[in-house]
């Protein structure tokens, strides 16, 4: 199930990021300081008591060159399209503003819930000067200090009472679904019409949970998938194409609903820092990845060129050891039968359970195999192992110290369940816990 998202909004140096900053904390999940796997802090988790969502900070998304009102904009429409509430921050000291304004009335024809937040409220005197701001009509406003956390509580008791009914009901375990993420142009529209084709089996286009989503489930082989596509997407335009950050923010929602994600590369372009950035969102988010290069016809080739590109990719993508990697081109439809069999194999994969008894004798033999090792005259011992969740598969070993398990050791554990039990496509987890 999705979470719900908070937009923040707001003409420049109104303290959005202070705010943003503030409300994450350290909650920021940064899972592994790997290269290639960053986060991007203009998205990220929040909580408040009970409720956990996502968080946008529009303050970071820019334009280069284009005008101070062309950016407001796209920044306002980022979060009109992508949020369920909307935190519309202004700047106490500053009072009502010409762009306070313009944001103001794109927030009105969004039909989205608004919440005023007055920035910069440091001190009780202050608060005199904020009842100007009713005029903007939001209704009830909030006085608020990013830089001492005054007034948070309230802010989010309000946002959180806007969040919608999101859908309970359990997706059904048998239809695979995944989502093709990337930079804009890299292909992904192509490869969706590619797969559909003219052979396909629509059952229906639905809703999805994520706002504007729209869910394509096929059937191919007798096995069901669906696509999940985001109608945004679709969207042109200087504002869309020329954002990269936006194409973050559309690939984390569609990460969050999917069990497999397609990675995509553009052959021709070669790989990007982007693309690692992308693609580690799907590894954070524990998520099964196929890395699909595409427009692999437009790249000269010769007996060499694919591991070449191959091994490319595996010195970019570390993270993403676990990944397979297919060639295709869209356009062509060249080599696009290779890839449903790869989501399947990385969708069972990632919902694979083994027996406890068969884990226990893998972990004895990689025992017997490189004893474990001595931190401070102190030696690990590993009683046993169980799995204790799938998607992705998760492992819980029970030891006498887990500060002594090393992340070598983890990682040569790892390497040894993936010899014995196989696991492409998805990541595991191994966590050591103390035995009682």
Do not use: C
């Amino acid at each position: 199930m999705r979470k719900s998202v908070i937009a923040i909004v707001g003409r420049p140096n109104v303290g959005k990021s202070t705010i943003f900053n503030r409300l994450v904390g350290d909650r920021i999940s940064i899972v592994e300081d790997t290269p290639g796997v960053t986060r991007d802090r203009i998205y990220a988790e929040a909580e408040w008591l009970t409720t956990n969502f996502n968080l946008i900070d529009t303050g970071g998304i820019e334009l280069g060159d284009e005008p101070l009102l062309v950016q407001m904009r796209a920044q306002a429409q980022v979060a009109i399209d992508e949020a369920d509430v909307i935190i519309f921050m202004v700047n106490g000291r500053d009072g009502i503003t010409g762009a306070d304004e313009e944001v103001a009335k794109l927030l009105f024809k969004s039909n989205k819930p608004v919440v005023l937040a007055v920035n910069k409220v440091d001190n009780p005197e202050m608060r005199e000067n904020i009842y100007e701001f009713y005029s903007l009509g939001f209704g009830e406003l909030f006085p608020i200090s990013g830089t001492h956390g005054l007034g948070l509580g309230d802010l989010l008791d309000a946002a959180v009472e806007h969040f919608p009914e999101l859908n309970q009901t359990e997706e059904d375990e048998d239809i695979i679904r995944f989502s093709l993420i990337g930079r804009p142009n890299v292909g992904k529209s192509s490869l969706v019409n590619s797969l559909l084709g003219q052979d396909r089996v629509i059952v229906s286009k639905i809703a999805g949970t994520t706002r504007d989503a729209i869910d394509t489930p096929f059937t191919k082989d007798g096995k069901d998938f669906v696509i999940i596509d985001t109608a945004g997407m679709r969207k042109r335009g200087k504002i869309y194409e020329a954002t990269e950050k936006y194409s973050i923010i559309r690939a984390l929602k569609a990460i969050e609903r999917s069990d497999v994600v397609l990675s995509l590369i553009d052959a021709e372009a070669g790989i990007q820092e982007q693309d690692k950035k992308i693609a580690g969102y799907a590894h954070e988010a524990g998520k099964a990845v196929v890395i699909v290069v595409n427009k692999w016809d437009t790249v000269e080739t010769d007996e060499k060129t694919m591991k070449e590109f191959e091994d490319d990719i595996r010195s970019n993508f570390r993270f993403l050891d676990y990944a397979q990697i297919v060639f295709l081109s869209a356009k062509t439809k060249k080599r696009t039968h290779t890839l449903l069999p790869r989501v399947l194999e990385a969708s069972e994969n990632h919902a694979k359970r083994v027996q406890s008894s068969v884990l226990n004798e893998v972990i004895m033999d990689a025992l017997a195999m490189n004893p474990t090792p001595s931190i401070k005259g102190q030696k690990l011992k590993i009683f046993y192992a169980t799995q204790v969740s799938v998607k992705p598969p998760s492992f819980v070993v029970f030891v006498n110290d887990p500060e002594l398990m090393h992340f070598t050791y983890e990682r040569f554990l790892e390497n040894r369940i993936r010899e014995a039990f196989g696991f492409e496509g998805t990541p595991i987890k191994i966590f050591a816990r103390r035995r009682s």
